[in-house]
């Protein structure tokens, strides 16, 4: 069964304090990992997708890296409207998403 | 460009009552996705439609649940008769083609049953 792990389950920065939110997974036949923020009372946003691992992508202050196993969301010199639930998903073939439970990033200034 | 549309944001009844959630996706996706999102928790698929076409309802609960989309456009997502445990977000989410394809989703609608 395909399975999504996040980590942290919260956490909180300050301000410039850079940090990375993990996403470890189990898939047979890995076919995307997507990353989403959301935020309070909205659905998902959509952010990155990787699709092999080695593959990195990056807007703004975030930066997105897949392996074998996982996948890290890079958060460099946050600001507070960094602040979100960041939720991970995976596909495997033309399966659904299978998310994780997300990371709830607080940054204060 | 419109985002993926839902109606109503708020919606509060009490147990046994019926509800419906309605769902306008972006144009042009013939894919669209119905998901439940509990609190705390990330958002788990209940049907997926191609087209007119419900490919996937594994996980729609169907003694009380039911969805269309007619005309492979709109859909209406219903459950009759609620329960208490159905009190959850409701997200709708929508992709250019098939499974694969990123998916886009809309603010959700709120459900509380009392």
């Known amino acids: 069964e395909d399975q999504v792990t996040q980590s942290p389950e919260a956490l909180r920065l300050q301000e410039g304090e850079s940090s990375s939110l993990n996403c470890s997974y189990t898939v047979s036949g890995l076919r995307g990992l997507f990353w989403y923020r959301q935020d309070p009372g909205k659905g998902p946003e959509f952010l990155f997708t990787?699709?092999?691992a080695g593959e990195e992508k990056e807007k703004e202050r975030l930066k997105a890296t897949l392996t074998k196993k996982e996948s890290f969301l890079h958060i460099t010199a946050p600001k507070p409207e960094d602040s979100a639930t960041y939720l991970c998903a995976v596909q495997a073939g033309f399966q659904k998403l299978v998310f994780g439970t997300g990371t709830r990033l607080l940054v204060s200034p | 460009e419109a985002g993926v549309v839902q109606s109503p944001r708020y919606k509060i009844i009490e147990k046994k009552q019926p509800v419906a959630f309605w769902c306008n996706p972006i144009?042009?996706?013939?894919?669209l996705y119905w998901y439940l999102q509990n609190l705390g928790q990330g958002p788990e698929l209940l049907i997926r439609y191609e087209n007119e076409e419900a490919v996937d309802d594994s996980q729609l609960p169907k003694d009380r649940f039911s969805a269309e989309r007619l005309k492979g456009v709109d859909s209406t997502l219903k459950i009759q008769p609620a329960e208490l445990g159905d009190s959850a977000v409701y997200l709708c989410a929508s992709s250019v083609a098939g499974a694969g394809e990123t998916q886009y989703f809309g603010p959700g609608t709120r459900l509380l049953v009392l």
């Open positions: 990787l699709y092999s």
């Open positions: 144009s042009g996706h013939n894919t």
